[in-house]
């Protein structure tokens, strides 16, 4: 006992990703979530391109209260195959809303019940760096567009008039 310090000394470790499946991902967010907390994971995929990137740091909180709105970006477990999906709100009935991602082409993934969301968006991060573009007013107009093919025309004729510049 004499030679240990009086106080353990503190410090940090880096430490690599951790890697995940689908389904430990979608339980350690529903233990964290269901504690009031908000979670951040890295996004993987492409459905809600250019707003939300494969590798993005994305941060869910939890839902207050009632449905998210029209434009809002959600967390929820899909039911059909019980996984794990973050899109887009594009409709809103009484006790369910309509979700599709944003680089989704056919159909949305369908009315979602309250009780399979998760939560919302609230951050996306993008090498370091807070990306705003997707949560702020303009997403009410991203959601309308997702309704439909004119979001993806119109990502697909900005992306070839800005291709020659970048």
């Known amino acids: ?23 430990a991902l979608l339980e ?8 009031g907390l908000p979670f951040r994971f890295c996004a993987r995929g492409w459905s809600m391109e250019p707003f939300i990137k494969d590798g993005d740091v994305i941060t869910v909180a939890p839902l207050q209260h009632g449905l998210p709105g029209v434009g809002d970006v959600v967390a929820f477990v ?5 996984r794990l999906v973050v899109h887009r709100v594009i409709a809103r009935r009484t006790s369910a809303v309509l979700i599709q991602g944003d ?19 609230t951050r996306i991060e993008r090498h370091g760096r807070t990306v705003w573009l997707g949560l702020g007013l303009e997403r009410y107009a991203i959601a309308w567009l997702s309704r439909s093919p004119l979001l ?15």
């Open 28 to 35: 350690l967010m529903r233990a964290v979530l269901s504690r």
């Open 78 to 82: 899909r039911p059909v195959d019980e």
């Open 103 to 121: 680089n989704e082409t056919t159909y949305p993934d369908g009315y979602i019940p309250r009780q399979a969301l998760l939560g919302r968006v």
């Open 152 to 166: 993806i025309s119109l990502r697909n004729r900005l992306a070839s008039r800005i291709k020659p510049f970048s």
């Open 1 to 23: 006992m004499g030679d240990r310090p009086a106080h353990p000394a503190l410090f940090a470790v880096k430490a690599q990703d951790l890697a995940l499946s689908s389904q």
